[in-house]
Nanobody
Framework: QVQLVESGGGLVQAGGSLRLSCAASGRTFRGYAMGWFRQAPGKEREFVAAQSSTGLSTYYADSVKGRFTISRDNAKNTVYLQMNSLKPEDTAAYYC????????????????WGQGTQVTVSS
């Protein structure tokens, strides 16, 4: 079982930046795609970003494209989410996800989930 632990969340003013990290421990596999979802209070969980194991395939939600950047360091088994120009509507619990296989935007196709890290953006 792969354990995913997020860090880097916090409180930030609109227009600010945060960098989330997700460290994977335990067993990982070749072709292990990773990504991020988020869930705001009272709303459905939504896709944010995902990247293939090679980093060659990357997907972003339209709401974050141009502001967020996903990257990974396979040597450290870590994926990052750089969030710039943050808006109040970005406020949510952010979850790191992983799966063996292709990167996907489909929530149910991810096997491994972190516990979440809270991001709060004030106006």
């Amino acid at each position: 079982q792969v354990q995913l632990v997020e860090s880097g969340g916090g409180l930030v003013q609109a227009g600010g930046s945060l960098r989330l990290s997700c460290a994977a421990s335990g067993r990982t596999f070749r072709g292990y795609a990773m990504g991020w979802f988020r869930q705001a209070p009272g709303k459905e969980r939504e896709f944010v970003a995902a990247q293939s194991s090679t980093g060659l395939s990357t997907y972003y939600a339209d709401s974050v494209k141009g502001r967020f950047t996903i990257s990974r360091d396979n040597a450290k088994n870590t994926v990052y989410l750089q969030m710039n120009s943050l808006k109040p509507e970005d406020t949510a619990a952010y979850y790191c996800v992983g799966r063996r296989g292709l990167a996907t935007i489909k929530e149910y196709e991810y096997d491994d989930w972190g516990q979440g890290t809270q991001v709060t953006v004030s106006s």
